[in-house]
C-alpha cells in the first residue's frame, strides 16, 4: 500500500456504485415479519404430526391392582377413513374367569361399520352400551381389535367409556375420544 495515499474527502464513495438504487432496509416490514409466522407455523404443524398429536393414542388404565387395560386407538380421522382400535388386558395371573367388556354405543355410532375380532362369545346391548362377552381365555392376556371406518355423516368429537370385567367384577376402565376432521 502506498503511504502517500489519502482518500479525497470530496469523494462520494458510492459514486459509479451499483449498490445507489438498493432499496432501503425498512422495505416490507410487513412481508418479512409474515414470512416468518407462516414459516413457524408450518414448522409448529411438522413438528405437531411428528410428534404423534394427530395419529394413534395410547391410553393406560387399571382398576383392579394386578390389571392393566391399554388401549390403542385414532385420536383425529376423516370421514371414510379407516380406524382401529385395540384393547389390550394384561393380569398378574391368568384369567380364570370370563371377561366382558364394554363400550358406549355413542362412541361406536362414530363408525359406519366396524368389526371385532376375536368373535364375541354373547353380544348384547343395555341401551348405552355394547356388552361383550366372552369364555375365560385361560391366559394371562386378553386382546380385543375393533377394525371400523368413520361414518360421514359422524358428530365431530365422539367420545365414550370402555370398561373391562372378569367374573364380573370391574377390573379396567379407559375413556375414547375421537375428533373427526373435515
Known amino acids: 500500500m502506498d503511504k502517500d495515499f489519502e482518500p479525497s474527502e470530496s469523494a462520494d464513495p458510492l459514486d459509479g456504485s451499483t449498490l445507489s438504487d438498493v432499496v432501503d432496509s425498512d422495505y416490507d416490514k410487513a412481508g418479512r415479519l409474515g414470512r416468518r409466522v407462516f414459516l413457524t407455523l408450518v414448522a409448529l404443524f411438522v413438528l405437531a404430526a411428528l410428534s404423534n398429536v394427530f395419529g394413534m393414542e395410547t391410553t393406560s ?101 370402555a370398561h373391562v370385567y372378569i367374573d364380573g367384577k370391574l377390573v379396567a376402565s379407559t375413556k375414547l375420544k375421537l375428533w373427526k376432521a373435515y
Do not use: C, W
Not at 348405552?128 to 375365560?136: G, I, P, Q, R, T
Open 61 to 161: 388404565t387399571s382398576v383392579a391392582p394386578g390389571h392393566e387395560l391399554t388401549v390403542t386407538a385414532p385420536r383425529t380421522s376423516r370421514a371414510g377413513m379407516d380406524a382401529k382400535i385395540t384393547f389390550t388386558l394384561r393380569t398378574a395371573e391368568k384369567i380364570s374367569g370370563p371377561v366382558t367388556v364394554k363400550i358406549d354405543q355413542d362412541y361406536l355410532d362414530t363408525f359406519s361399520t366396524y368389526s371385532i375380532s376375536p368373535a364375541p362369545d354373547g353380544e348384547s346391548s343395555d341401551g348405552s352400551m355394547l356388552v361383550l362377552d366372552y369364555d375365560a381365555p385361560q391366559e394371562n392376556a386378553f386382546r380385543l381389535d375393533i377394525d371400523g371406518t368413520v361414518s360421514e355423516d359422524s358428530v365431530l368429537l365422539a367420545s365414550g367409556n
